[in-house]
């Protein structure tokens, strides 16, 4: 039996879909894979963890360093995402950056991965949609005197994003849970690393 035009038409309009959904779930599991597997696996091992023909995963991802650029894009626009909707919820500052911290190191793998991979950044687009937003907002707290004095709201962004580092090695090795990992690095940022301690000694 032969197609409509219409039948034909909507067929066609559904196979960019198809093929970008298939891509987001190869995508996803290779990321999940070469976490795990990292620095030695191949791509026809990726394409076998993750379940689909090296052809597939070659038609998607020409080469490994399109992957791992395809892993880094998609990570960067889930945390801008994640700042957009953080920045409109109204949130205090702590709990602001505690839910991108949350966010950061529920992704700890992925992010390990790329560190070890040594994956290039695009630093316009790093600043654009990570640290550029995130410093405007620490700015903001700043304004209200959250922060210590003296200390600039650039400096503060880049001692949080040094704390994050450290919580996604942590996170990836094992060492540590990602609530907890959460934890630690909002408490170092505003309260330092000794805390409270003539308040316990007493």
Request: hydrophobic share 45%; aromatic share 6%.
């Amino acid at each position: 039996m032969e197609e409509s035009g219409d039948e034909t038409r909507q067929s066609r309009s559904r196979t960019p879909l198809l093929r970008e959904s298939g891509r987001s779930a190869i995508l996803d599991r290779a990321a999940s894979v070469l976490s795990e597997g990292g620095l030695s696996m191949s791509m026809s091992e990726v394409a076998g963890a993750v379940g689909v023909g090296r052809a597939t995963l070659y038609r998607y991802f020409p080469t490994r360093q399109a992957l791992l650029d395809s892993i880094y894009s998609e990570a960067m626009d889930e945390l801008a995402e994640v700042i957009l909707s953080t920045k409109r919820s109204g949130l205090s500052t702590r709990d602001s950056l505690a839910r991108i911290a949350r966010a950061v190191l529920a992704k700890a793998g992925v992010a390990f991965l790329l560190m070890r991979e040594r994956v290039v950044l695009d630093k316009a687009a790093v600043e654009e949609g990570f640290i550029g937003p995130l410093s405007s907002m620490i700015e903001k707290a700043e304004q209200h005197d959250v922060f210590r004095e003296g200390i600039s709201s650039r400096a503060i962004t880049f001692y949080f994003l040094g704390l994050l580092r450290s919580g996604i090695v942590l996170v990836a090795e094992g060492t540590s849970n990602v609530e907890e990992a959460t934890a630690n690095v909002i408490s170092l940022l505003f309260d330092g690393i000794a805390g409270n301690v003539k308040a316990r000694q007493e």
